[in-house]
């Protein structure tokens, strides 16, 4: 069975940084691309990151580019997530997320871990 | 950037009756397509990827159809733990990235 465990969330004043895991068991880890998605308090969806299962490729929205990295320690089955400049719009949970790989694309989300909250505030 | 929108943004019904949700894509994301519901305080859980296929563990009663810019996620006789926020997610082509939509609201009466 899947699991996947989100830690490292946390209060954080904004302009600092924090990094997220996520500890994943119940699966070859090695052999899945991995997202992170975060929702804003009472809001919907939002995806943040995709890293392929070898970690070479990363793939960003422009709302967190050059601030978010996204990695992988497929030796520790663990996935993170590196947030710098943290601002106050950063607020919200964050989940990682398997990818289903279906027919070799990344694309659906499946299952979710679930999440861990970081809050930007001063 | 491909944009999705939902209709309606709720939905009450009764159980025993059919639900019908939109999304609409502002351009075509062929068949790339997901639905996804996710109850209060818990995370999303994948329901239907690549606009008509069923993840593993979900009940014949939720159905997905749709092309291009138009799609619907369907069940057929509401349960009373079908209630939630529903979401559409595409995936892009290239590069891969990934929108949601704004979510729809299924009361359940």
């Known amino acids: 069975q899947v699991h996947l465990v989100e830690s490292g969330g946390g209060v954080v004043q904004p302009g600092r940084s924090l990094r997220l895991s996520c500890a994943a068991s119940g699966f070859t880890f090695s052999s899945y691309g991995m997202h992170w998605v975060r929702q804003a308090p009472g809001k919907g969806l939002e995806w943040v990151s995709l890293i392929s299962f070898d970690g070479k490729y990363k793939y960003y929205p422009e709302s967190v580019k050059g601030r978010f990295t996204i990695s992988r320690d497929n030796s520790k089955n663990t996935l993170y997530l590196q947030m710098n400049s943290l601002r106050a719009e950063d607020t919200a949970v964050y989940y990682c997320a398997k990818d289903l790989d279906y027919l070799g694309i990344p694309g659906w989300l499946d299952p979710w871990g679930q999440g861990t909250l970081v809050t930007v505030s001063s | 950037e491909i944009v999705l929108t939902q209709s309606p943004a709720t939905l009450s019904l009764s159980p025993g009756e059919r639900a019908t949700l939109s999304c609409r894509a502002s351009q075509s994301v062929d068949t790339y397509l997901a639905w996804y519901q996710q109850k209060p305080g818990q995370a999303p859980r994948l329901l239907i990827y690549?606009?008509?296929n069923r993840a593993t563990g979900i009940p014949v009663r939720f159905s997905g159809s749709g092309s291009g810019t138009d799609f619907t996620l369907t069940i057929s006789s509401l349960e009373p733990e079908d209630f939630g926020v529903y979401y559409c997610q595409q995936r892009g082509n290239w590069p891969p990235i990934f929108t949601f939509g704004p979510g729809t609201t299924v009361d359940i009466k």
């Open positions: 690549d606009t008509s």
